[in-house]
């Protein structure tokens, strides 16, 4: 379609430009706040960027904020193992439970297929009182197995990968049985190759849902050596009746945001062809 | 190097029985074509012989040896599928090269194997492409290769002409078939297209519903087609079948409208007297003298082709219709009226509430 109206053109971009200035202003803002001194932003708050950007950075990382006892490095550390624990656990699990349901036959195969489907219908909050008790039962609080574990299991990845086995032709199971394979061999040399591009789409979710998880983070730990960024600025802001540090919030609130950024500009290729392509 | 032998081999699935009970043996070297309409149970007899479905009763054995509780990698066999099942992530050298990578063979020998059969498909220049960068032509080609290269026993081929355009489709079973020649490898190709069949097999096995209909040389099923069902399958355009009357000493048949004409040689005097199906293949119709015609057609329509003319029309009372092949181009009008006869060795009598075949 080629359309020649100056106005359209103006008016979609002024949306477009009006819609961007919305997602970046704030972002903007904290960037500036986390370059300044807690007085200058108490006192006389200027939109332009100050001279102590380095300087709250490097109190962030090394001392972390008063109160809460453990330093941002830390807090991203542990934050950044909870994601990635996450990630790594729910594509395995559900890779291998949809392989076990779209390519085994065993008796329930769909009453398990169907149970693992409605634990869709239960987010973590609902079962999150059972799970504690799990979790204390079993000594998982304060660890990063306490962050990790409750959260693996993945109705809604294994549904995604059961949905991708089935479109592949049964012929290439069977053409492996000819050549010789047996049923690792075909996952591990066919199966798990071509979900690559699934592999990769479902990494980007599954790590900012990770990175992103606060509840249960913040049920289960109470040792701040174990707390993940999130839960840090949290508490950097119950200060009381003191004074919150709000350059270090701010620096903290920047760095909280990097990671997963970092991830959509990397893997940005293979998660729009996960999306989009299938290699068949 | 291999004997198949199938005795009795009967295949259920759930409650519903899809072969009941083939018997074949399959000599060394031999191509044997399975041929059917679609859903006849040919693929699962294939798939039987290749151990990707289980056998439900009887014996298959290869080389005297039952394989029925073998697992295909053990059997020795390849087989090229009708998608062709390459696999999509890897190049055409690692596709190949696949199964004789897990039998653990040394990298030169797989080398040198692959090579060598990309030679003889003349693929050498594709060995780093990948599956989707090929052609249909050309991933039937490699798909062929990956068989060739485990240098198996026995080739299995499932319909794998049926996704390539006509022109192709010719060109590769030609090819097909003269590898098999070259290489000597007992090969089982199942079909629905009857000239695939005819062209390719040493014998082939018609299948109709589950049954071996016949079993024999390509020839011998066109000449003396076992029954009905077999005799409209093998020949295009199809047989006509024509509902006669017998003699009471089989040696005259009448059809319906008061066309009648005498058996000059084979006459079957056990039927006399009997409803018979008469069937007539459309290229044994010859023109003839208006005096010694067996029948008049009148021309419904025609087909020029070429090399032949299709020529349909109706004759008698009632209008029987009627498939005609006549050599050459014939310019024939609408309405015109064809004088015919058949040789009598040309007649097929089929019984008629059975199918079989009235031999003579």
Same mark, same amino acid.
């Given at each position: =379609? ?80 909870? &994601? ?50 799990? &979790?204390?039962?079993?000594? =998982? ?13 993945? &109705? ?79 508490? =950097? ?44 | ?8 081999? +009967? ?6 029985? @899809?072969?009941?009970?083939? %018997? ?47 697992? $295909? ?13 390459? +696999? ?42 990948? $599956?989707?960068?090929?052609?249909? *032509?050309?991933?039937?080609? @490699?798909?062929? *290769?990956?068989?060739? @290269?485990?240098? $198996? ?10 996704? #390539? ?24 190709? @199942? ?8 062209? #390719? ?9 589950? +049954?071996?209909?016949?079993? *024999? /040389? ?68 010859? #023109?003839?003298?208006?005096? /010694? ?18 020529? +349909? ?30 040789? %009598? ?16």
């Amino acid at each position: =379609m080629v359309e020649h109206r100056p106005w359209l053109t103006f008016l979609t971009h002024a949306i477009l430009i009006f819609g961007m200035l919305l997602l970046v202003i704030p972002i903007y803002v904290t960037f500036v706040a986390s370059s300044h001194t807690l007085h200058e932003i108490t006192s006389n708050f200027s939109l332009l960027p100050g001279s102590h950007l380095i300087e709250n950075y490097k109190t962030a990382l090394s001392v972390g904020p008063k109160d809460v006892g453990a330093t941002v490095g830390t807090m991203m550390l542990n934050s950044l193992i909870m &994601a990635l624990g996450i990630t790594f656990g729910k594509i395995t699990i559900s890779l291998l439970a949809a392989y076990a349901i779209v390519y085994f036959k065993f008796p329930f195969r769909m009453f398990f297929f169907w149970l693992i489907f409605i634990t869709l219908m239960l987010p973590v909050e609902v079962r999150i009182l059972p799970t504690y008790k799990v &979790a204390a039962d079993l000594k =998982m609080l304060d660890s990063y197995s306490g962050l990790i574990f409750p959260l693996i299991a993945s &109705a809604t990845a294994t549904f995604l990968f059961r949905q991708f086995f089935m479109t592949v032709p049964d012929e290439l199971c069977e053409a492996v049985k000819i050549d010789g394979g047996g049923p690792i061999r075909f996952f591990f040399d066919i199966l798990l190759p071509m979900s690559r591009t699934s592999i990769a789409a479902l990494f980007v979710i599954l790590f900012i849902y990770g990175w992103n998880q606060y509840l249960w983070p913040l049920l289960i730990t109470t040792d701040e050596n174990y707390y993940t960024l999130l839960i840090g600025i949290k508490r =950097m802001l119950d200060v009381g009746e003191g004074q919150a540090e709000w350059q270090i919030i701010m620096a903290s609130t920047i760095l909280a945001m990097i990671p997963p950024i970092l991830i959509v500009i990397f893997m940005q290729k293979q998660f729009v062809k996960g999306m989009t392509e299938t290699e068949k | 190097m291999a004997e198949v032998s199938l005795k009795n081999v +009967y295949k259920t699935f759930g409650k519903t029985e @899809v072969i009941h009970g083939i %018997s074949c043996d399959i000599k060394d070297g031999e191509f044997i074509v399975i041929l059917g309409p679609s859903g006849c149970g040919k693929s699962t007899l294939l798939r039987m012989v290749a151990g990707l479905e289980t056998i439900t009763k009887g014996d298959i054995s290869i080389n005297g040896a039952v394989v029925n509780k073998l697992e $295909p990698a053990d059997r020795d066999i390849a087989m090229v599928f009708q998608n062709y099942a390459l +696999y999509p992530h890897m190049t055409v050298f690692k596709n190949m090269a696949y199964g004789l990578k897990i039998r653990k063979m040394p990298k030169a020998e797989i080398k040198k194997r692959v090579f060598d059969a990309a030679k003889i498909l003349e693929i050498t220049e594709f060995l780093d492409r990948k $599956p989707r960068q090929l052609s249909g *032509g050309q991933r039937q080609r @490699v798909a062929m *290769g990956r068989c060739i @290269v485990r240098e $198996p026993k026995i080739f299995l081929f499932d319909e794998p002409l049926s996704n #390539l355009d006509a022109k192709l489709r010719v060109q590769m079973r030609l090819e097909i078939r003269k590898l098999q020649e070259a290489l000597n490898i007992t090969s089982i190709y @199942v079909t629905h297209d009857q000239i695939e069949a005819m062209t #390719l097999g040493d014998r082939m096995i018609v299948m109709d519903d589950g +049954y071996a209909v016949q079993i *024999g /040389t390509p020839l011998e099923i066109y000449e003396n087609p076992a029954t009905r069902f077999v005799a409209g399958f093998i020949g295009s355009p199809a047989m006509n079948f024509l509902p006669a009357g017998l003699s009471t000493d089989g040696k005259q048949v009448e059809l319906h409208g008061g066309i009648r004409f005498s058996i000059q040689n084979g006459d079957v005097p056990n039927h006399g007297g009997q409803e018979v199906i008469l069937g007539i293949r459309p290229e044994h119709f010859v #023109l003839a003298e208006s005096k /010694t015609a067996m029948m008049h057609l009148t021309i419904d329509h025609i087909e020029i082709l070429g090399a032949d003319t299709l020529v +349909y029309g109706h004759f008698g009372e009632d209008k029987t219709l009627l498939t005609l092949r006549l050599p050459d181009v014939c310019h024939f009008k609408k309405n015109t009226v064809l004088d015919l006869i058949v040789s %009598s060795k040309n007649l097929h009598f089929f019984d008629k509430e059975s199918g079989k075949r009235i031999e003579r």
